[in-house]
Every structure is written in structure tokens, then in C-alpha cells.
């Protein structure tokens, strides 16, 4: 594409979004602006709603209250087909009885555009997405990587200024997944359009998006950057569902500027209380535990907390162990290569600084919506 | 060779016993000779030996103005009950794919039932139907129209067909239109497409093998169709199967009656032939899931 005639990417707008089936809520006042030509994920697990505020902006969904804008303008009740917004699919919907060629040529006939202009389009689409010598293919004769780019040439031939993508790697393999992110980063970089993207993969999620909106139960829990959701994480739920955590419940006690959690005879403390009447949790990440056999004083930290290596697996550049601890929950602690390893039944001892321990609200659903 | 290599091909041979899945087939082979190729073979030896040796019967087929313009007709009236079919089975298969599953087995039987009901019964039914004095005309009249002649004519042998051959048409357009991936049509409609336009470039190009099966039992079926053209037409409807009827039962001509089956069957052949080409879909996987 041409530097200067770059298509700019549409802002959106998703003021307090309801959709209602029956009494059951698929949305629950879902508000979200995204930026134009931003990179926006939606994460969430199966159920959520992601998929849904997907298919209401694509016009697939009707909602039963609130206001969407593309654009600045209004599309409620504008019908999929008059919205101009490109969709890619997890499970590609490429048109079997058309070759490559004339399923990316499929939007720029319904718009009437000339022969020539059209073939020139579809010939820079499929150079794109690095399928120009598969154009007189059927889909049934590619594989499924490289039906999904077809299906991505397919969405941005027509030049829509919003791109929205519904899990479209769910169906391979990691590491065509993996590579295929990169190739997605690239073309959102090299178009300027606004890419809205549908996962349950919170890897996938960091990789690819400048920003994320945590989807649960029909609502937003945060919206933010990949390491404002990891360092900063509003709720249990988004501290839970963005890489690993260790959550320590027990027995809390506040004061004006600490918080005490007794955990089976042991007692934790970070230098912070939560607002409200809550009851507080600790979350803290992998790196923030140090790890070591009782007695032995680790450096890091003031709390401490006895253990038994439940699980313990070799990561490559590290360990990663899961550690039992003695109110039977568990901790996840990473440690380097460099540093001692230790078995499975093994006593250890986990130390951290309470000013890394995240307090927030329990909320005993944020365990039963993730697995 | 290794132990891991596949075995099952020895160099330069059919791997041993090949031929028992043929084997299985021939129970059936043998049925079809019997009651098909036997006949078959009858039929074509009477009408080129009877009363004498020679091509005299196809000669007198040809001859006759009138044997013409019956197999013409035997044609058209069968490319109308495919139509009539086509369109009328359509959006019934439609139908079935789209509702829940008891629903569709309510529409599957309704499609069924006439079906167990034997030919004849149906046929006398649409007899009482279409005549003069029957429930159309008298409805017709009823709200101030003129009737409209419909029993003996070449429309109420249609109906009539058309009627009893439906459910060839839905039962194949069924099971190709369940195996259509709807979100196909989703797809197009978020490239732009209106529903009708989706419809007309995504649906009905992959439902095409399904018309075309179905077209081709049911025209196939048409042109033999003997009890429904003899009961519902009249002489200016008359199809090739009444004629070879009166031939051989009422004259006792086997030889023109087989001369006349003979020129049907290769009519047909050389029609789907014809056909064939444009049937071939041209892509290799219909839009299944």
C-alpha cells in the first residue's frame, strides 16, 4: 500500500451496550471506546461476552439497549451488509466453491468495481497476507493456515477501516499460531486500520494488542495495556486471568496502612488496606516469590510461607514450581535456571516483599468462571 | 526392507485379494442382469426381430407423425413436473434445514406419508380434485371466477406428477442443504453482500448438486410415469408409456412397443449426456462444515 493513501482505522464507541436473551444477560452495559487505528483485544473465557460485542458491531447482533458508533456516526439497526466492516472468522468461511482469487474479489464485485482495478486489489490483498501464487486454488486444497490469511485478504481487500477478527487462530497449532500473530502485527502496522480481536488466549492477547478489555460474565472487568493488566490488575478475576498468580486467602485484619492475612498459623502483611468492606486477597506474581528450603534465610522479603513442591516443571530458561502451601492452596514460583532446584515432595519456603502483594476484593466466582 | 515399511503392496502386483469387495457386489450384480439386463436385452432382440428381422418397427416409429409428437410431449410434460418440483421443493428443504429437529420430523413425514400411499389411490384423489365439478372449481366458482379445465389436460397431468415425484426432489436437496455451512452467508453479508445476493452467489451455487440429483430422478421418473398421465389426461396428453401400453397389450405389437422403449431409453441417454457437463460441479468440496 501506498504511504499517504493508508486507509485510517474508525473509532468506535460502545456506550453502556445491553443485550438480552430472556432474562440471561450477554452483555451488561459494555462501554468501550477504541481508538482509531488501534489494536484492541477482547479477552475473556467461553461465555463472556467478547464474541458478542463482536457480532454487535459487525451488525450480527441486535442490542437490546445502548449506543454503538463507528466512525462518530451511529450503526444501530444498520444492517451487516451496509456497515463496510471486514470480519475474519475462527472457522474461516471461505467459499469452497470459489477459487482464492475470486473469493478476495468477492467484496470488490458486490461494490461493482472494474474488472481491472479489482484484479489489481486482489493480486496486492493476497501479496498481503503472502498468498499471491494460491489465487487459482480452491480453499478445500490449503491448509488451514493458509485459509485463514486468504480469509484475511478476503476481510481487508475492500479497504474497511475497521477490521474485526473472531478467534481466528483457535483452529492451529501453536506454532503456526504463533507466527501468524507476528503476520497479523505486521499488516495491522502496515494498513493503519482498526483491528478489534476475539480471544481466549491471554499470551495471544499480550502479543498482539495495544490495548486489552477483560471481558466477564457480560461486563468489561478493565480495560488497559498488557503490563497495566499484569502489574495493576483491577480485579481478581483480570490478576488471575492474565498470566500466572498465587492468591493467598486467609484470616485479614486492617489497619490504617497495612493488611494482615493469617494463613494456617502463619501471618503475611502488605503496607496497604483496601478500600471498602471487601474482604482482602493477596495476588502475587511468579517473579515476586522467592524460593527456598526452610531456615535458610532467603534474601527477598519480610513474609514468609512453608511449602511443599507439588509440581514442578522445567521451563528451559527456568523452573516453574507449584508449590502446596499449608492451607492447601497453591503458589506459582518461577526461579532461574542459575538458582538451586528442588524436588517433587520437597520442604521449601516462599518469601515476598508485601509491597509486591496486589490486595483486592475476593470474589469466589472469579474461580469458578475460569475453569 | 525394514520392518517399518509398509507391506501391503508387493512390487508389481494387486495386493492379494483385491477382488473381495467385489465379491460383495455380485449378489446384486446378479439380481440387476437378471431383472434388468435380461429384459433389457429382450426388449431390443423383439423389437428388431418382430414380426421379422430388420429395423421395420423403428422405421414405423419414425414414420408416424403422431409417435413424434407423443415423445416430444413425453419430454416436455416431464421437464415441467421437474421445474414444477424444483420450485416447489426448494424452499420445502429450505424448511427442513432450518427448523428444530421435531418440526423437521413432522416435514419429513409429510413429505413420507403420501409417499406410502399407493400411486393410484393418489392419483383418484387428484381425479375427485381437478375435475370439473371438483373442490377447485367448485372453490373457483365460489368466489366469482369461471372454472378452469384442469382434469384431461396437460397442466392436471403435471399437478398431478408433480405431486406424486416430490419427494425425490426434497429428500436429495435436503441432504445436500443440511451439509451448507450457514455462516457462509453471514460471511458474504459482512463482505457486503444483501441477503438475496448472498443468497444467489453463496447458497444456491452449493446447493446446486442437490437440484441437479434431484432433477435428474425425477425427470428420469417422469418419463416412464404411465397410471398418473392415464388417469388424470386426456387424448391430448397422452405420454410414450400409454402408447407402448396399447401396443403391446391392445395390438399385441411387441415389436413396436419394445422399438418404442428403445428410442425412450436412448432419448434419455443422449438428454443426460447433454447434461452432464454442465452438472459436473466444478468445485471439489460443497461447503460442508
Not at chain 1, 532446584?341 to 475460569?370: H, I, P, Y
Not at chain 2, 428444530?100 to 392419483?123: K, N
Not at chain 2, 370439473?132 to 399437478?159: A, C, E, H, M, P
Request: contains cysteine.
Amino acid at each position: 500500500m501506498n504511504p499517504g493513501q493508508e486507509s485510517r482505522g474508525a473509532a468506535i464507541d460502545l456506550e453502556s451496550i445491553t443485550k438480552a436473551y430472556g432474562d440471561f444477560k450477554a452483555l451488561d452495559g459494555v462501554s468501550l471506546r477504541i481508538e482509531p487505528g488501534e489494536f484492541m483485544t477482547l479477552l475473556g473465557p467461553s461465555g463472556s461476552g467478547k464474541t458478542t460485542t463482536l457480532n454487535v458491531v459487525a451488525g450480527f447482533t441486535d442490542v437490546t439497549s445502548g449506543k454503538l458508533l463507528v466512525g462518530g456516526k451511529s450503526v444501530v439497526g444498520v444492517p451487516a451488509h451496509k456497515r463496510n466492516i471486514g470480519v475474519v472468522f475462527q472457522h474461516y468461511a471461505l467459499f469452497p466453491h470459489m477459487t482464492v482469487g475470486r473469493n478476495v474479489a468477492y467484496p470488490l464485485t458486490l461494490r461493482g468495481i472494474d474488472r481491472a482495478t479489482r484484479q489489481s486489489r486482489v493480486a496486492r490483498a493476497l501479496d498481503m497476507v503472502k498468498m499471491g501464487d494460491f489465487a487459482h486454488r480452491y480453499p478445500s486444497e490449503l491448509s488451514g493456515g493458509q485459509q485463514q490469511r486468504v480469509a484475511l485478504a478476503r476481510a481487508i481487500v475492500f479497504d474497511p477501516p475497521l477490521l474485526l477478527m473472531d478467534e481466528p487462530l483457535g483452529a492451529l497449532d501453536k506454532k503456526l499460531r504463533e507466527w501468524l500473530q507476528l503476520e497479523i502485527k505486521r499488516i495491522h502496522r502496515e494498513l493503519g486500520t482498526t483491528f478489534v480481536y476475539v480471544t481466549h488466549d491471554q499470551e495471544e492477547a499480550l502479543v498482539l494488542s495495544d490495548r486489552i478489555a477483560v471481558f466477564n460474565r457480560g461486563r468489561i472487568e478493565q480495560i488497559g495495556t498488557g503490563r497495566q493488566l499484569y502489574d495493576e490488575p483491577a480485579t481478581l478475576f483480570v490478576g488471575r486471568f492474565i498470566g500466572d498468580s498465587t492468591v493467598l486467602r486467609g484470616e485479614a485484619r486492617s489497619d490504617a496502612t497495612s493488611t494482615a492475612l493469617r494463613i494456617a498459623g502463619e501471618t503475611v502483611t502488605a503496607p496497604r488496606r483496601l478500600a471498602g468492606e471487601a474482604s482482602p486477597v493477596m495476588l502475587l506474581r511468579p517473579e515476586k516469590l522467592a524460593i527456598g528450603r526452610p531456615g535458610q534465610g532467603v534474601a527477598s522479603g519480610t513474609n514468609r510461607l512453608s511449602g511443599m513442591i507439588a509440581e514442578a516443571i522445567y521451563l528451559g530458561s527456568g523452573s516453574k514450581y507449584e508449590v502446596r502451601l499449608a492451607d492447601g492452596s497453591t503458589a506459582i514460583v518461577r526461579s532461574p535456571l542459575t538458582g538451586e532446584s528442588f524436588g517433587l515432595g520437597e520442604q521449601v519456603e516462599l518469601c515476598f516483599d508485601g509491597a509486591d502483594a496486589k490486595l483486592l476484593a475476593d470474589d469466589s466466582t472469579a474461580d469458578t468462571t475460569l475453569t | 526392507m525394514s520392518a517399518s515399511e509398509p507391506t501391503s503392496q508387493p512390487a508389481g502386483g494387486r495386493p492379494a485379494g483385491a477382488w473381495k469387495p467385489f465379491a460383495l457386489t455380485l449378489p446384486a450384480l446378479v439380481l440387476l442382469a437378471a431383472v434388468i439386463g435380461y429384459p433389457l436385452l429382450t426388449i431390443v432382440l423383439r423389437s428388431l426381430s418382430e414380426p421379422e428381422w430388420g429395423v421395420q418397427n423403428y422405421a414405423w416409429f419414425f414414420g408416424a407423425p403422431v409417435n413424434l409428437t407423443v415423445l416430444q410431449r413425453t419430454f416436455t410434460i416431464s421437464a415441467w413436473v421437474t421445474l414444477v418440483c424444483i420450485v416447489s421443493a426448494y424452499p420445502y428443504a429450505y424448511l427442513m434445514t432450518a427448523v428444530g429437529p421435531r418440526v423437521r420430523l413432522v416435514l419429513v413425514l409429510c413429505v413420507l406419508i403420501p409417499f406410502w400411499v399407493s400411486g393410484v389411490v393418489r392419483t383418484l384423489s387428484w381425479v375427485i380434485l381437478l375435475q370439473d365439478s371438483g373442490v377447485i372449481n367448485s372453490l373457483l366458482r365460489s368466489v366469482g371466477f369461471s372454472g378452469v379445465r384442469l382434469i384431461r389436460t396437460q397442466t392436471g397431468v403435471v399437478i398431478g406428477m408433480a405431486q406424486v415425484l416430490l419427494p425425490f426432489m426434497i429428500l436429495p436437496l435436503y441432504s445436500v442443504m443440511k451439509g451448507i455451512d450457514l455462516r457462509l452467508m453471514r460471511a458474504a453479508e459482512s463482505l457486503g453482500a444483501r441477503p438475496s445476493r448472498a443468497f444467489f452467489t453463496v447458497y444456491l451455487p452449493l446447493s446446486l448438486p442437490g437440484v441437479y440429483a434431484g432433477a435428474i430422478i425425477v425427470f428420469i421418473l417422469a418419463l416412464g410415469f404411465y397410471i398418473t398421465p392415464a388417469l388424470l389426461g386426456g387424448p391430448r396428453s397422452t405420454m410414450l408409456s400409454t402408447l407402448v401400453q396399447s401396443q403391446v397389450l391392445s395390438l399385441l405389437q411387441w415389436g413396436r412397443g419394445g422399438a418404442m422403449g428403445v428410442v425412450l431409453l436412448a432419448a434419455t441417454f443422449l438428454l443426460l449426456a447433454l447434461a452432464a457437463p454442465v452438472m459436473r460441479s466444478r468445485h471439489r468440496e460443497a461447503g460442508r462444515r
